[in-house]
């Protein structure tokens, strides 16, 4: 059995930063694909970036270069270091394990705004 909880999320200014969390519990941790995605108000959940158990990493166009994920298999977790946000970026932010839809996380709210 596969639980996934994000923490970190909030209120950010335009250019600031934010980092969000998110802890696995079960097993196997270090074989997931482990991925974060986004679903703002109307829109369709989307992929945001995604990292293999052997840290590759891959991220939607919209975010490469702002965005980092990273995973810490001794604490079974993975992150996702949001810099430079946008107002585009609001939207419920949630954590996923295997391939999509496998596994989700009850989401995390990120509000940009000034």
């Known amino acids: 059995q596969v639980q996934l909880v994000e923490s970190g999320g909030g209120l950010v200014q335009p250019g600031g930063s934010l980092k969000l969390s998110c802890k696995f519990s079960g097993s196997f941790f270090s074989v997931f694909t482990m991925g974060w995605y986004r679903q703002a108000p109307g829109k369709q959940r989307e992929l945001v970036a995604t990292?293999?158990?052997?840290?590759?990493?891959n991220y939607a166009e919209s975010v490469r270069g702002r965005f980092t994920v990273s995973r810490d298999n001794a604490k079974t977790s993975v992150y996702l270091q949001m810099n430079s946000p946008k107002p585009e970026d609001t939207a419920v932010y949630y954590c996923?394990?295997?391939?999509?839809?496998?596994?989700w996380g009850q989401g995390t709210q990120v509000t940009v705004s000034s």
């Open positions: 996923s394990a295997g391939p999509p839809g496998q596994y």
């Open positions: 990292i293999t158990g052997g840290g590759a990493s």
